[in-house]
């Protein structure tokens, strides 16, 4: 990639000397100031966090320095990676405010982040292989690609040119204005418009011999694939004008771009990634009519993508710490959109799954704060001291709390809602979007493109506003302060006051609560109708006391009337006579981010899960009922299994429940084991019951249902520990006797969950003396069931189901045989299906199950062959998953002695996170991860004490040749040391290596003085202009160029500010200008 | 003449058939040897009496055969003397020495070959009525064909009508298909295996990385698009649709580009308007410009 950046400053302070630019892995050839050359020096202390503590292993020193290197390239913070010397001739014209001009040529040979080139190693042309080039990264990335202010509050506007092969289609942000040729016509030129201000992270874009679709509702919306996949696309993509029309009316604001474009890619970072007017998704989103369970899960993320557009791109943030506003608002209305698509009962069960997940999290990790305030600056005020990483930078946080930081946005989002409702809401962000457009089509002198910018205090201030209320304690509860509310519950009731005593406490010592003061709702499903009751939590009340309105007497020709209206007959003869009670809900709206344990007796859940017409009270009835099995429970369960106004959902989780019931039952269970009969009556033919109807899936409820019932039969046990065999030979036979010829719909994911009911059917081998794992020792049963995954395995070589979801379920049924001790454990099936060349779900299966070998056995080689994944493999997301997976299952962990735990590999995780892993915040961040699961903070134990003496690496080596000043080693000191770029070493670069030393300049005094130069703010007016070419290479050691190449060129044109360059101490360093 | 024409299809037959060709084989044979005889030779080898007879079967049978195609060709079905004529001659026989030669002196007379039956027409099968012409037919035209090969006779077993059956048989024969295939395909081709003691059992297809994966994980298979083509005929229409309009994307591609290269440098290219999709005003689909400086030069 070969290319040129033209910027435009305006100048807002006089004695401006300096320009720092983000630019990350870009070779930059040189630099003019107004066509005159200018020195400048390339310094990224993230490229290797902490230099020379080779010794050093402790995962607090690591954050801290972490933290502190990307502080120091932070654009939010007028730092960056490139710092440009105005030359001194153009230091008066500076000082008269007047406009400076900057070109930087540069190229990037073989990026190893922000941009992923994919090249099929197949016959043909680029195009014929499907080649293509796209751009991702985590947060603001766009550095990695060319150099820019990187942050999300410098807005500019943009003018871009892509020079591709004639054959390719380039697609970026903004208008496509106009498609020329090159003279040779062999290739042709993009031409892209970007009137409205937007950040450098929001620009995007993709390469590649894409099909197009204009969409037929919408022409201003294009959509881009890979060759061969159209139709999958035109029919994936037939929705999207509903989304459209959706968001706009809800925020009476028309899409603020004038265009929209989504391109499907292959090797995709993330499922979506938005940029203004574009989004790059994930070509395995793409599904054809046949697939219905990937078709809800497509929509979901179209939409997340736009709302993304309205709240993220178009309106952006003002500051890493407002980043809460946007994810709020953008899953908030995404919510909205869920609730009218998919419906409330899906709502209201995806809040529910929200508000577990991030309880769940919150108590096991520690809290997660939206809003942190970083007051004074200073390290030792960190609020979130339990964390093992800084949320003082995007690209300090785990991947997986950045996750629970967005649920956690939007349910706030939601609880404001409920404090000011909907309407207000909406007219907020309605408000919001017509400033920011109104602003966005100023000239930047006016000064008006900060209303484009949002901050939470902005959001507040507009919220007040709009709807006159305060807001401030529900601000201060849940986005200032970090944690969930746990509550447990108990009552009494009291006859003879006719009084229900309700008990309601609080645990807000242990780790991610908080305290909760405030009204909590509480509803009472009596005799006489349902009544809610609104609560006050203070600090030390504890008991409640609320009137039931009905006597305890029962009327029994009376309907009991609901919560919500409805009158209903019910058989009351379960009941406590003497109470009138029928359930009792804490907080049923989920106005509180909570978890509430709530204590009454079984057949109150059993009315509760029968009668409640909401789905959350139906699914808490469900998960209290385990602990009851009885046969009343049971029959609930069963009752409710077979209604079919239920929501599938809680059917699907009814099933499982009840083979739970069904196993504590053991003793005393009668009949047929649980479900079996219930599913011959529903899927089975009517003159045989042992054989399955045809399949029909028309019905998408009783499909679901189909798909889970034997998932959650063979959880079922008998008296030994062992699925009944009754159990195994009906999947056995439905697997036998399925048949799709007749169904309109694929039965993949049907078949896949069939073999992972074989998969929950299987239990442990009786072992003897361990010893080695024959046929001829193989359980007949066993043998069926391995026989059948082998013909599934086998068949899907010859005709593959979507996405390989067989082949998925296979190889987990594969590793479950091994675990169990049926088979010999052995990885190498799992190695080769872990491949690069295979489907990405199928990789990750693979790779999951070589993890969990890693672990059962403590296999240092497989242990070691992940980590060399992790290192290179060629797809980011793969190597992102393998270090979650071991997160997740770790071979050992710091509690545990383990074998695996020696001094080379503390050495070689060191190294990854420490520079291994510097072109991919998120790796880096899974790594630290990992490291802590492993080691915890401090040093690993394995370690010997620390020595004296240092040892150098080839690097240091390279940084002993030159002057090397070190004055001291704590984080924050003044270091001074060049070394030579990392990627200069490449062999590839060798014979032009000399004219690209760029000495990496720690800068001093960075984090001490950010105080005295914040208010600085000098607005520059950039003007971007940037040509760019880009080659690609082969990755071969010898220096290849091919012809075949992509050529790019690039232009932009762009109005940016630029804070001042922190101190006024000029480096000097051996630049180079040729 | 005729019967030179016959041997051909009549090899195969029964021994009635047989009986008659050998009867027809010694006839010609004597004729042979009377012939050698005349030309004054004693005694001849085996061999050499039935290569002659061979070459004089072969003979006869050509001037059947030419005399026959002579004849179809002016429309006759029954050759006549001339055709045999013409045929002779064509074959470059001077057909007026043929007189001389039949009328020579030293002819030996040939006793005519012992009556044979004729080959038996094995009957055929029975079955329905012969239909005559019905009364538009000339007479002449030929017959009807024997029932039996229009006729249809409808075979059938009772079907098995028991469900249960049925959907066994269709569940043992998929799966009896399928691990043949696989079997199959597993033993001529790399296999990975689950037990390091027996690798034949319970083989598995080696796992094959594939250079674009996600072509056969995402595009349904044929066989899935076959059935459903069977099952729903309007989604099929969308199928073909979709792959038309494919087609006519890559056409207007092209075809823009073409038209662009033929266009005067720098002229205006004019959008195609007839064509619908360019109707659709998206600045993908307009045609790429030529570049501005060629207008200079």
């Known amino acids: ?1074 | 003449m005729l019967t030179g024409e016959r041997s051909g299809g009549n090899k195969s037959n029964t021994s009635p058939a047989e009986n008659y060709y050998l009867a027809r084989r010694r006839t010609l044979q004597v004729v042979v040897s009377s012939l050698l005889t005349e030309c004054g030779f004693e005694s001849a080898e085996k061999a050499a009496v039935e290569t002659l007879t061979e070459m004089m079967q072969s003979y006869i049978t050509e001037v059947g055969r030419c005399a026959k195609a002579s004849c179809e060709h002016t429309a006759r079905s029954t050759p006549t003397l001339s055709d045999v004529v013409i045929t002779l001659v064509e074959m470059g026989f001077n057909v007026d020495t043929l007189p001389v030669y039949a009328k020579r002196s030293q002819r030996m007379v040939i006793t005519a070959p012992p009556v044979t039956n004729a080959p038996v027409i094995p009957k055929s099968l029975v079955a329905g009525q012969k239909r005559t012409h019905p009364a538009y037919i000339p007479s002449h035209f030929p017959e009807f064909p024997d029932p039996h090969t229009y006729i249809k006779t409808p075979t059938f077993r009772e079907p098995v009508s028991e469900y249960q059956v049925v959907r066994e048989k269709a569940a043992s024969q998929r799966r009896d298909v399928e691990r043949a295939l696989t079997r199959f395909m597993a033993k001529t081709g790399e296999t990975q295996s689950l037990f390091k003691d027996d690798l034949t059992a319970f083989p598995l297809i080696a796992a094959r990385p594939s250079s674009i994966p996600y072509l056969s994980a995402l595009l349904p298979s044929e066989l899935e698009l076959q059935a459903l083509e069977e099952t729903d005929s309007s989604e099929q229409d969308d199928q073909t649709d979709t792959e038309n309009n494919h087609n006519n994307n890559i056409h207007d591609d092209t075809g823009a580009d073409k038209e662009n290269a033929v266009l005067p440098p720098g002229g205006v290219v004019p959008t195609v308007k007839n064509n619908e999709e360019n109707m659709i005003d998206n600045p993908y689909l307009r045609p790429v410009k030529k570049p501005k400086v060629r207008r200079k030069k």
């Open chain 1, 1 to 1074: 990639v070969i290319g040129f950046v033209e910027l435009t400053i305006f100048p807002t302070v006089v004695n401006l000397n300096r320009i720092k630019l983000n630019s990350k892995q870009c070779r930059i050839y040189r630099v003019r100031v107004n066509d005159l050359e200018a020195p400048f020096i390339y310094n990224d202390p993230t490229l290797e966090v902490c230099h020379h503590e080779s010794k050093q292993r402790n995962l607090n020193y690591f954050s801290s320095a972490y933290t502190a290197a990307v502080s120091a390239v932070d654009p939010d913070a007028g730092n960056g990676e490139l710092s440009i010397k105005v030359p001194s001739e153009l230091w008066k014209q500076g000082d008269e405010m007047k406009v400076l001009k900057v070109y930087i040529e540069f190229s990037l040979d073989q990026p190893k982040g922000g941009l992923h080139f994919v090249v099929p190693d197949v016959e043909g042309s680029m195009a014929e292989r499907g080649a293509h080039v796209f751009s991702f990264g985590y947060q603001n990335s766009t550095r990695f690609w060319f150099p820019c202010v990187d942050s999300y509050s410098e807005l500019c506007t943009w003018k871009l040119e892509f020079t591709v092969d004639a054959s390719m289609v380039a697609v970026s942000c903004g208008d496509l204005v106009e498609t020329v040729y090159t003279h040779d016509m062999r290739k042709k030129t993009f031409h892209y418009m970007l009137p409205i201000p937007t950040a450098a992270p929001n620009i995007s874009m993709a390469v590649g011999p894409f099909e197009i679709l204009v969409d037929p509702y919408m022409h201003e919306v294009t959509h881009f694939c890979l060759p061969q996949l159209l139709p999958l696309l035109k029919h994936s993509m037939s929705f999207l004008h509903e989304i459209f029309e959706f968001y706009e009316e809800i925020l009476t604001c028309r899409y603020p771009y004038s265009c929209f474009k989504t391109v499907f890619v292959d090797e995709a970072y993330m499922e979506v990634s938005s940029s203004a007017s574009m989004s790059i998704f994930s070509t395995n989103m793409l599904h054809s009519g046949m697939i219905i369970d990937q078709t809800p899960m497509t929509r979901r993320c179209l939409a997340q993508a736009l709302a993304q557009q309205f709240f993220g791109c178009f309106i952006s943030r003002m500051s890493w710490s407002d980043e809460w506003v946007l994810k709020g608002i953008s899953g908030y209305i995404y919510g909205l959109y869920l609730k009218k698509t998919f419906g409330v009962n899906e709502y209201r069960h995806w809040i529910k799954e929200e508000l577990d997940r991030i309880v769940d999290y919150e108590l096991k990790m520690g809290g997660v704060l939206l809003h942190p305030t970083f007051t004074g600056g200073k390290e030792k005020e960190n609020p979130t001291p339990h964390l093992h990483f800084s949320i003082k930078h995007p690209h300090t946080l785990s991947w997986e709390y950045y996750k629970m930081f967005q649920c956690k946005a939007h349910l706030v989002m939601r609880l404001i809602e409920n404090r000011i409702s909907m309407e207000f809401m909406l007219q907020v962000f309605n408000k919001l979007l017509s400033l920011a457009n109104t602003a966005s089509s100023q000239k930047y002198q006016s000064h008006m493109w900060s209303q484009m910018l949002l901050s939470t205090s902005g959001f507040l201030k507009s919220i007040s506003n709009v709807s006159g209320k305060d807001i401030g304690p529900l601000i201060k509860q849940w986005v200032d302060q970090s944690g969930v509310v746990k509550f447990f519950g108990s009552f009494a009731f009291n006859r003879k006051r006719n009084v229900l005593e309700l008990e309601i406490r609080q645990d807000y010592t242990s780790s991610g609560t908080q305290k909760y003061v405030g009204p909590i709702k509480v509803t009472v499903q009596e005799l006489d109708g349902s009544f809610n009751h609104t609560l006050q939590i203070e600090e030390n009340s504890l008991k409640h006391d609320i009137p039931c309105h009905s006597k305890s007497r029962r009327n029994k020709k009376k309907k009991i009337p609901l919560m919500n209206g409805e009158e209903i007959d019910m058989d009351l003869s379960a009941m406590d006579s003497d109470s009138p009670l029928l359930w009792i809900r804490i907080d049923p709206d989920m106005a509180i981010l909570r978890k509430v344990e709530f204590e009454q007796a079984d057949f109150m859940w059993q009315y509760q899960l029968r009668y409640e017409r909401d789905v959350v009270a139906q699914e808490e009835a469900i998960s209290a009922l385990e602990k009851f099995p009885t046969a009343a429970s049971r029959l609930a369960l069963t009752d409710i299994l077979e209604q079919d106004q239920c929501f599938y959902k809680v059917r699907m989780q009814a099933c499982f429940c009840l083979a739970k019931i069904a196993n504590a039952m053991m003793s005393t269970w009668t009949g047929p084991p649980a479900m079996k009969s219930l599913f011959t009556r529903m899927f089975c033919c009517k003159s045989c019951p042992n054989i399955v109807k045809t399949n029909n899936f028309m019905n998408f409820q009783s499909y679901f249902l189909q798909k889970t019932m034997p998932v959650a039969m063979a959880l079922l046990r008998d008296v030994h520990n062992l699925c009944p065999k009754e159990v195994l030979n009906f999947i056995l036979d439905l697997i036998k006797y399925n048949d799709n010829r007749k169904n309109k719909f694929s039965d993949n994911y049907y078949r896949a969950e069939l073999i992972d009911a074989l998969t929950n059917s299987l239990t442990p081998a009786i072992s003897i003396n361990n010893e080695v794992r024959t046929i001829d020792s193989l359980n007949p049963d066993v043998r069926l069931i391995l026989e059948e995954i082998t013909r599934f395995l086998n068949m899907e070589k010859l005709l593959p189901s979507y996405r390989n979801t067989i082949t998925v379920s296979c190889l987990r049924a594969i590793r479950m045989l091994q675990r169990n001790g049926h088979i010999p454990s052995d990885p190498s099936l799992f190695k080769s299906y872990a491949e690069y060349g295979h489907f990405v779900d199928v990789r990750v299966a693979a790779l999951d199950a070589v993890v969990d070998y890693t672990r059962v056995e403590r296999s240092a080689d497989e242990f070691q062959w992940l980590l060399d994944m992790v290192q290179n493999d060629p797809i980011h997301y793969v190597r992102h998953k393998i270090l979650s997976l071991l997160a997740k299952n770790p071979p050992f962990t710091r509690a545990a002695e383990s074998s695996l735990c020696n001094e080379a590999l503390v050495d070689q995780l060191w190294k990854l996170m420490n520079s291994g892993t510097s072109h991919d915040w998120r790796l880096r961040c899974g790594a630290v991860n990992l490291y802590h699961t492993l080691f915890g903070l401090t040093r690993p134990s394995c370690l010997p004490l620390p020595e004296l003496g240092l040892v150098l690496n080839l690097k240091e080596k390279k940084a002993v040749l030159n002057p090397t000043i070190k004055t001291e080693q704590g984080p924050g000191g003044p270091e001074l040391f060049p070394t030579q770029d990392e990627e200069d070493i490449d062999m590839e670069t060798v014979h032009d290596s000399q004219a690209f030393i760029y000495h990496h300049l720690n800068m001093l005094d960075r984090p001490s003085t950010p105080e005295h130069h914040h208010h600085h703010h000098h607005h520059h007016h950039h003007e971007h202009k940037k040509k760019k070419k880009k080659h690609k290479h082969k990755h071969k050691h010898k220096h290849k160029h091919d012809s075949k190449d992509k050529d790019k060129d690039k232009e932009r044109d762009s109005h940016a500010f630029s804070n001042s360059p922190a101190s006024g101490r000029s480096m000097r360093s051996p630049s180079l200008s040729d």
